[in-house]
């Protein structure tokens, strides 16, 4: 008697995969960086739209969810708090860093050459842990504090992302068109850096992680 072939499960991975076959499709990407793009023309929402994408990504890496519409707004509702709100006062005020790092650059002022790369190197530094913050596993909450002690402690994360926040500049520079699918993978590469550095950290006898 034959028997129906058995089908592999759903959430097979191949070894050190982060996501299962749920978001392995690049529309998943597509709709995600879309989504998160629209969340952040008011600007004041650029954090819990990031925030909402990683929770977004979570899911996906969880259980192997579809990262549908739906569920996007639903987590960037419940993360449109007032202290996200606010701490969506950061970037134009970055944006403002990198104007003044500009003319730094093009001016012939005495201590120029030091300022613009001081200042470009701390922006990066702010975009970096801000990146680290909305990809916390702590629904509903900003921790820029938890952001800055995990870029500290997992330095190879920390360089990742400021190369994945370097190339996304790059781009958005030299390719405008490309900006709105920017943050999807700027969110992608957040979530699976605090996943990763999540799974690598020693676990003590008594189930807690150090």
Partial sequence: ?????????????EPGEVFGSGFTLFAD?????????????????????????SATLRDTA????????????????????AGALAAGLIPPLLVVVLLIDASLVRSALPGAAVMAPALALTTLGVMVVGLRATAL?????????????????????TLLLAGAIT????????????????????????????????????????????
């Fill in 1 to 13: 008697m034959d028997h129906a072939p058995t089908l592999p499960p759903a959430d097979r991975r």
């Fill in 29 to 53: 990407m597509l709709l995600v960086g879309l989504l998160t793009g629209v969340a952040c023309l008011p600007v004041v929402t650029i954090p819990a739209a990031f925030a909402a994408a």
């Fill in 62 to 81: 969880g259980d192997g969810a579809e990262a549908g519409a739906r569920v996007y707004v639903g987590h960037l509702r419940a993360r449109l708090t």
């Fill in 137 to 157: 596993d702590a629904p509903h909450r900003l921790s820029a504090r938890e952001g800055l002690v995990r870029s500290v402690a997992d330095p190879r994360g």
């Fill in 167 to 210: 190339l996304a500049v790059l781009l958005a520079w030299s390719i405008p068109l490309l900006l709105p699918l920017l943050p999807g993978p700027l969110a992608f590469a957040a979530t699976v850096v605090d996943l990763r550095h999540t799974a690598d950290r020693p676990t003590h006898p008594h189930g807690r992680t150090g």
